[in-house]
């Protein structure tokens, strides 16, 4: 009954910013942590971020410095912030939510971000 609907992938130019949202709806459940994972063509998944229901925010290396990632729990919303986008940035993005003590394991339908000049 948990569903995870993504937004603002797009086109943008290297240097560019663009902000993913991700919204969880249907059946009410206790997050454990939000998480933004990213799949390029040829490319294993990469975690880019995460953020435990604690506070604690974990970064791949390959964004750490560029890439924010925030979260308004009263909206079971997680954002990522995406800054000096480059070329190599492009991937779909994918959101993962976690919750129930980790009995619950849900991800988006990914959105498409394509960093190009």
């Known amino acids: 009954q948990v569903q995870l609907v993504e937004s603002g992938g797009g086109l943008v130019q290297p240097g560019g910013s663009l902000r993913l949202s991700c919204v969880a709806s249907?059946?009410?459940?206790?997050?454990?942590?939000m998480a933004w994972y990213r799949q390029a063509p040829g490319k294993e998944r990469e975690l880019v971020a995460r953020?435990?229901?604690?506070?604690?925010?974990t970064y791949g290396d390959s964004v750490k410095g560029r890439f924010t990632i925030s979260r308004d729990n009263a909206k079971n919303t997680v954002y990522l912030h995406m800054n000096s986008l480059k070329p190599e940035d492009t991937a779909v993005y994918y959101c993962?939510?976690?919750?129930?003590?980790?009995?619950?394991?849900?991800w988006g339908q990914g959105t498409q971000v394509t960093v190009s000049s």
């Open positions: 993962n939510i976690v919750g129930n003590s980790y009995r619950i394991n849900k």
């Open positions: 249907g059946s009410r459940f206790s997050i454990d942590h």
């Open positions: 953020i435990h229901s604690l506070g604690s925010i």
